[in-house]
């Protein structure tokens, strides 16, 4: 398996509503991110998971919590989000110390 | 601060035309470029790093140390290129341009 899949493909959710992004690699990988991209914009990186630690933290409000299980899955969990939060979010995976990052196809969030 | 600049949002070129995205980047330390590309409700996918020295789909570029830039290039364009173009930077930061919107005209 040489994909990054992300689920779901779309979500809709209120601003008082919890809910969870998952990402899945089988390809080895040990750093997993995850990527905000807003419509005609550049992916902006938010989260990066090494050996499943986090080791990097963007300075992301707290409504977004990341979370890595084990080295195939990637969650990002959603809390209290705002409309302004409606993006394309995108994750993905690199071996540890190799910069080329495989992407998922991402998640569609709108939050009314 | 490390910055990757694009500065074209937006290239359009006739088919078998060539083609030069544009790529930019300032910080220090050894340079390592990416080029990726989104085609049309597709992923984000690795189309050159810089290291690796490839073509691929007929895209070819340069690391030039000395202008700072890594411009993405292809002597004839063809209508399937037509895609979102990205350069990427390969320190932690995982900084992305702005983006280059190439357009191919039959």
């Known amino acids: 398996d040489t994909e990054v899949t992300q689920t779901p493909k779309h979500l809709v959710m209120g601003m008082t509503n919890k809910k969870s992004l998952k990402c899945e690699q089988h390809?080895?990988?040990?750093?997993m991110y995850w990527y905000k991209q807003k419509a005609k914009k550049p992916p902006e990186l938010m989260f990066v998971y090494s050996y499943e630690k986090l080791s990097i933290n963007e300075s992301v409000p707290s409504r977004f919590s990341p979370e890595c299980p084990n080295s195939s899955l990637l969650n990002l969990h959603l809390h209290a989000l705002q409309p302004e939060d409606s993006a394309l979010y995108l994750c993905a995976s690199s071996q540890e110390g190799d910069r080329e990052q495989f992407f998922g196809p991402g998640t569609r969030l709108t939050v009314l | 601060a490390q910055r990757v600049t694009q500065p074209e949002k937006l290239l359009s070129v006739f088919k078998g035309a060539p083609v030069e995205l544009k790529c930019n980047y300032s910080?220090?330390?050894?340079?390592?470029l990416f080029w990726y590309v989104q085609y049309s409700r597709q992923r984000l996918q690795l189309l050159l790093r810089h290291i690796s020295r490839e073509s691929i789909k007929g895209f070819t570029a340069d690391l030039n140390k000395g202008e700072t830039s890594f411009h993405l290039k292809k002597p004839f364009a063809q209508e399937e290129d037509s895609a979102m173009y990205y350069c990427?930077?390969?320190?932690?930061?995982?900084?992305f341009g702005t983006g280059t919107r190439l357009k191919v005209l039959a």
């Open positions: 390809m080895g990988h040990r750093a």
């Open positions: 990427r930077s390969g320190t932690y930061k995982y900084i």
């Open positions: 910080y220090s330390g050894s340079p390592e």
